[in-house]
């Protein structure tokens, strides 16, 4: 019994540091433009002791959920940034093709004309096509972005687009891929949006700063309480070997 409550004890230990890591990294970016904050969260650990003491302690093991929580909206006046509404995404694409979802609306223009990500990746159109403005001398002066998504040139009136906005059924299927960008692993259909774009805005982190700290303080005292009982249970298990050995 001793050594399942170490064992359930120092895998307690084990989630409490994991926990503490995706709080600082909540912390370290607070800052970053549409960074969702990552959420520790206990679940039932498949892995048991034995057949009957796991069927009735189960331990549990370290998972994390994605907060999807909108983040607080900066306006800029920047008409190479949009922000998009709660629960909406873009689609872009890396030079491999593949494709990732992101709410990521700091553009900027490639030398093959194409809007892209700062990091290089292509906005798609809602066909899934990669979205060409011009290049040199037949790039436009400014570009005007409607709350559909549609790219056009206030001067000319020519047209590109629209951005592809998307809703998805199950956010949480979504795999962090860096930089504001996540994978769809499942492959769930996309659900086409009409509108919710809003040009010269930025969402920025949805990350608390002070809700964060409280719960690393939280960890951190539950990490000291954790060492105690496992040092209690260490201490209690020496004085049943040497009331055995009597």
């Known amino acids: ?23 600082a990294n909540n912390i370290a970016n607070v800052d970053t433009a549409n960074y969702k904050r990552r959420a520790p969260v206990a679940a039932d650990s498949q892995r048991q002791f034995d057949r009957v003491l796991g069927a009735y302690m189960p331990t549990v093991q ?34 491999a093709g593949k494709t990732y979802l992101t709410r990521d609306g700091r553009m900027q223009v490639d030398k093959q004309g194409r809007l892209t990500t700062d990091d290089g990746m292509r906005y798609l159109d809602q066909g899934g096509n990669p979205i060409v403005v011009g290049s040199g001398e037949s790039a436009p002066s400014q570009i005007s972005i409607s709350s559909n998504g549609q790219v056009s040139d206030p001067n000319t009136g020519q ?52 809700q964060e700290l409280v719960q690393m303080i939280i960890v951190q005292r539950s990490f000291s309480a954790t060492q105690k009982a496992l040092s209690s249970v260490g201490r209690m298990q020496d004085q049943l070997v040497a009331n055995i050995s009597r």
């Open 62 to 95: 370290y998972t994390e959920r994605t907060d999807y929580t909108q983040g607080t909206m900066r306006e800029t006046g920047n008409p190479m940034e949009f922000a998009l509404a709660q629960g909406t995404w873009a689609r872009v694409q890396d030079d």
């Open 159 to 210: 047209v590109w687009g629209p951005i592809g906005v998307f809703r998805l059924n199950d956010p949480q299927s979504l795999r962090p891929a860096g930089a504001g960008k996540f994978e769809d692993q499942s492959r769930q259909q996309l659900q086409l949006v009409a509108d919710g774009v809003q040009q010269g805005f930025q969402e920025g982190s949805n990350v608390d700063s002070l």
């Open 1 to 23: 019994m001793t050594n399942y409550a170490q064992l359930s004890l120092v895998r307690g230990m084990s989630f409490l540091a994991e926990s503490q890591s995706a709080i």
